[in-house]
């Protein structure tokens, strides 16, 4: 397996203490070395390194096209390779049988679909499915649908209907669970109270991978964001260090007889010291701003595509 | 692994998701107003319709209501089968619901276990149904002897078929919708030529060797067997029942339906 595009975080994250990097790491949620798919001529994932350790929340980011559905599918046995390692639980997902998936949790893209089924007996169903499934009434209460138990699926709205696919995923008591765009068409407030419901699942100890286009909520909710450009790994990093905005300069801005003014710094907190001494209360408008996920986000797969 | 694993609970028996998938299918036909009245009552109302408004003498007493209840019975199976799979499991498809299913740890036969008893189920209670209403509306004779028999196996060959071409055919619509609109052409086209709405020796020749090679036909055949005294097989083109062939063409049908099925079908849209 050709090694040499892989950038260096990337190479560094993918060999273990003692292990060649060639090689995907069974302990992980999820380990992939050198995955390519192709379809037709065009590669949509085209040499993919990644390691999703136990317990994390870890978000995928990248523009459409860029291979992150594909490389989400084949983890979770949709789609088969044409090159490369996958472990998900230390399966090859191209095997996994009933008692791997029986470990998962999937919450599509598209939701389950329409039922002439009520909530509760869509969730009695699918729990039967499993061969530990949580008790499907405290699956309602997690995701605070209890009131909704009895109502077809139809009759959801939008949010409530995504809520129920998360029940939905998540009743099998999984160890890794799957959510793809979860809030896609969310109100904001929908969005808080589906973040909260995340957090409660990773207290429960689930792993998770998260694909979404909102980068507020890969900060919100990841311990680590991965972003795909091209069908690669541009970078994996703790979301306040992607691209480098950890170190990257402040920009400090005020108003100072009567103008705008910027400056940018390494060391804010020395400039902010500096410039309250020149006012005699408050410093007119002050802000700090790092560059936001956002900024290094789009800088990335500027560069790439 | 280096922490002690609990130990593992084993997974639900293939039999015990079965009888689960049997019970959501149940529901989704039942409590779904289109589909009972599509699936169930329009061959009901045909019934009564036809019945009603066509009032001839076939001969040897067989007036149409009598003659009728082979037909319709044969488009409520098709109906229960064909139809049925054809345009909710293109729904299922289309909308994710198969895809989702095939992401759990449920055995993929319980799926089709779970339409099999749905088909049954749909089945019997429009035969039961039918049964009912020509009795009672139209004072027909019930079969007699060793004709249950042959009601039966004839039932279950061909709603077999149909089950599994129905299956089969899910796979070539892009959606419940585009697999209504073509399907169910194709099955009133099949019964018209089949002898299903009229007597079959007033089908035209040609028109007799093409629905031959459709199980609809066989079907529709095996039933009348049933229903009609057997003076009336002197009408049919081989002047008998053909109860032999109306196995093997069903049979094969089921064949070539499972073939289909295997190499066709799909649990998530292209």
Known sequence: ?305 | MTTAAPPRTALPSVGRVCRTRAGVELKEFFRQRESVVFTLLFPVILLLGLGAVLDYDLGSGVDFPQYFMAGVITAGIVGASLQNMAIHIAGERSDGTLKALAGTPMPKSAYFVGKVAQVVAVTLATIVVLLLVGVLVFGIDLPSGSDWLTFAWVTVLGAAACTLLGIAVSSLARNSRSASATVTPIALVLEFVSGVFMPFDQVPGWLQDVAAVFPVKWLAQGLRSVFLPDSLAAREPAGSWELGTVAIVLGLWCVVGLLLCVRTFRWQDR
């Open chain 1, 1 to 305: 397996m050709q090694k040499d595009h892989l950038l260096p975080t990337t190479r560094e994250l993918a060999a273990g203490p003692g292990r060649r990097p060639t090689e995907p790491d069974p302990e992980a949620a999820i380990s992939i070395r050198g995955l390519v798919k192709r379809y037709g001529e065009r590669a949509a994932v085209d040499g993919l390194d990644l390691d999703i350790r136990r317990g994390e929340i870890f978000a995928l980011l990248g523009p459409n096209g860029a291979g992150k559905t594909t490389t989400v599918e084949i983890c979770e046995g949709y789609r088969g390779r044409d090159g490369g390692e996958v472990r998900v639980l230390g399966v090859d997902p191209a095997k996994g049988g009933r008692r791997w998936k029986a470990d998962l949790g999937i919450v599509l893209q598209s939701g389950a679909g329409d039922s002439q089924l009520s909530v509760r007996e869509l969730l009695t169903a699918q729990a039967s499915y499993f061969a530990d499934p949580r008790d499907p009434d405290e699956v309602l209460e997690l995701v605070g649908l209890t009131e909704k138990g009895g109502a077809r699926g139809r009759t959801l709205s939008g949010g409530q209907r995504r809520r129920l696919d998360v029940a939905l995923g998540i009743v099998g008591r999984p160890k890794l669970l799957f959510l793809d765009e979860p809030t896609t068409g969310f109100d904001p407030e929908a969005r808080r109270q589906f973040w909260a419901l995340i957090r409660s699942l990773r207290e429960l100890g689930t792993t998770m991978l998260l694909t979404t286009h909102y980068l507020d909520e890969a900060e919100e909710l990841a311990d680590r964001v991965g972003v795909i450009a091209r069908g690669r790994l541009a970078e994996v990093a703790v979301p306040t260090a992607l691209g480098g905005r950890g170190t990257a300069p402040a920009v400090v801005s005020w108003t100072e007889h009567g103008t705008r003014r910027t400056a940018e710094t390494t060391t804010p907190t020395a400039f902010v010291t500096e410039l309250a001494a020149r006012f005699p209360g408050e410093v007119p408008d002050l802000a700090v701003n790092r560059p936001t996920l956002e900024d290094v986000y789009l800088t990335m797969i500027g560069d790439r595509s």
